[in-house]
Nanobody, 122 residues
């Protein structure tokens, strides 16, 4: 069984920083692209950042470019999101996503974590 467990959320003042972590555990062949998404109250879930497994190529939403940094440690099956210069509009539940292959003969399938709340408020 595969699990994605996020941590690191919390309450922070505007201009502050947080670092989210997502650990992928269970039985699988490989982890492909991983990413962070967020969903604010009354809004649809949106992409925040993605990172590939090979080459660690990254992609960011325009709203977070220059403030957030996604990274991953393949040996630890962990993906991180460093969030700096946080704004009230960054308030949302942040979800970890990973495309996993359960075996070499199967295509990648998306898995999701349960989410971690990030609140930016003074």
């Amino acid at each position: 069984q595969v699990q994605l467990v996020e941590s690191g959320g919390g309450l922070v003042q505007p201009g502050g920083s947080l670092r989210l972590s997502c650990v992928v555990s269970g039985t699988f062949f490989s982890v492909s692209t991983t990413g962070w998404y967020r969903q604010a109250p009354g809004k649809e879930r949106e992409l925040v950042a993605l990172i590939t497994s090979i080459g660690h190529n990254t992609n960011y939403a325009d709203s977070v470019k220059g403030r957030f940094t996604i990274s991953r440690d393949n040996a630890k099956n962990t993906v991180y999101l460093q969030m700096n210069s946080l704004k009230p509009e960054d308030t949302a539940v942040y979800y970890c996503n990973a495309a996993l292959q359960r075996s070499s003969r199967l295509p990648p399938v998306d898995y999701w974590g349960q989410g971690t709340q990030v609140t930016v408020s003074s």
